[in-house]
């Protein structure tokens, strides 16, 4: 597709469920991101991937949250034993570039998020 | 830690003033600093990069500085417009290069 592809948009899930987030990144993009964000506030990064290598996690909140890319392109956030506090909007973004040529001027773009609620 | 700050936190506007938008971070060794834009139930769309060493970027009718040893930017928007309606959120990259710091946003409505 055109952009950054997020599903499901919409996700409730009781407590205590296990979700999968899907973002199919724009097609040849080497990087991607996953960052959360709550009702009201700006967005958390969570972790980075650099194609199939995942070089940053440093944002992942607990152990019950999990992100993978095995063939370097889509990814998928796991969230186990969901939360009431988990509930927020997740992004997905991806960039051309590595991060250290997407942070001299790289444009990267972000899908429209994944919005769970936790009940 | 990276603190980013944005003021006001809501704004509204009449059709065609000028106005400027407030952010501020506390660690001055930043790469660079992006303004976004964020419509409701959408993700983020990038409007500006400005790198560290750059003093402004120019887009349209938007412009941003950076004060980077004050640990400040303005986001200027001339002539404003009923579609520039949105919140517009300040991120600034640090440290390792991975990762973005964001601030809550500034919520701006644009009125006929």
């Known amino acids: 597709g055109a952009g950054v592809s997020q599903s499901p948009r919409y996700k409730v899930a009781k407590r205590g469920q296990d979700v999968a987030l899907r973002c199919d990144p724009i097609?040849?993009?080497?990087?991607l991101f996953w960052y959360q964000q709550a009702l009201g506030q700006g967005p958390e990064f969570l972790t980075y991937?650099?194609?199939?290598?995942?070089?940053?996690k440093s944002g992942l909140p607990s152990d019950r949250f999990f992100a993978e890319r095995p063939e370097g392109s889509v990814s998928t956030l796991k969230i186990q034993r969901t939360q009431q506090e988990d509930s927020a909007v997740y992004l997905c973004a991806s960039s051309l570039a590595r991060t250290s040529e997407t942070y001299s001027g790289n444009t990267i773009y972000f899908g429209e998020g994944s919005w769970l609620t936790v009940v | 830690k990276q603190e980013v700050t944005q003021i006001p936190a809501a704004l509204s506007v009449p059709e065609g003033e000028n106005l400027v938008l407030n952010c501020s971070f506390t660690?001055?060794?930043?790469?660079?600093l992006q303004w976004f834009r964020q419509d409701p139930g959408k993700g983020l769309t990038s409007l500006l990069l400005i790198q560290s060493s750059q003093r402004e970027q120019t887009s349209g009718r938007l412009n941003a500085s950076l004060d980077k040893s004050s640990g400040r930017s303005t986001l200027y928007i001339a002539a404003s417009q009923p579609g520039d309606s949105a919140t517009y959120l300040c991120a600034v990259c640090t440290g390792t290069a991975s990762k973005l710091t964001f601030g809550t946003g500034t919520r701006l409505q644009v009125t006929l």
């Open positions: 660690d001055s060794a930043i790469y660079n």
């Open positions: 991937f650099q194609n199939e290598a995942q070089l940053d």
């Open positions: 097609s040849g993009h080497v990087s």
